[in-house]
């Protein structure tokens, strides 16, 4: 029950569903490019992607200083579903802005 809770929480926020719209779009990003897309600060930021991770949606790969994000694989029925309605909703979403093709990471 706990994590159904947790899921269902972590989709009650405009936010959080854009960053779930944006990683399913353009697939396994650092924060430092969610965070110069949105224009968003990185506590921020990592406080939304937390609670998708907590959520079930999302796993986090940690390279060096940079830590890259991407929906979880495999998904239960139920994630599917939701991802699948959120691609249903037609969220406008910012341009992806990359700072590490610079090597500016910020983190």
Same mark, same amino acid.
């Given at each position: 029950? %706990?994590? #159904?809770?947790?899921?269902? *929480?972590? !989709?009650?926020?405009?936010?959080? +569903? ?17 965070? %110069?897309? #949105?224009?968003?600060?990185? *506590?921020? !930021?990592?406080?939304?992607?937390? +609670? ?56």
């Amino acid at each position: 029950m %706990e994590i #159904f809770l947790k899921t269902i *929480s972590s !989709l009650n926020d405009e936010t959080r +569903i854009k960053l779930l719209a944006f990683l399913d779009t353009h697939g396994a990003l650092c924060v430092c490019d969610m965070q %110069e897309s #949105f224009g968003m600060i990185q *506590s921020r !930021l990592s406080r939304h992607l937390k +609670i998708l991770k907590d959520g079930g949606f999302l796993r986090v790969e940690r390279c060096g200083t940079w830590a890259h994000y991407s929906i979880r694989s495999p998904l239960d029925k139920f994630r599917i579903e939701a991802l699948a309605e959120i691609r249903s909703l037609g969220i406008e979403l910012p341009p992806l802005k990359k700072s590490q093709q610079t090597g500016e990471c910020k983190l």
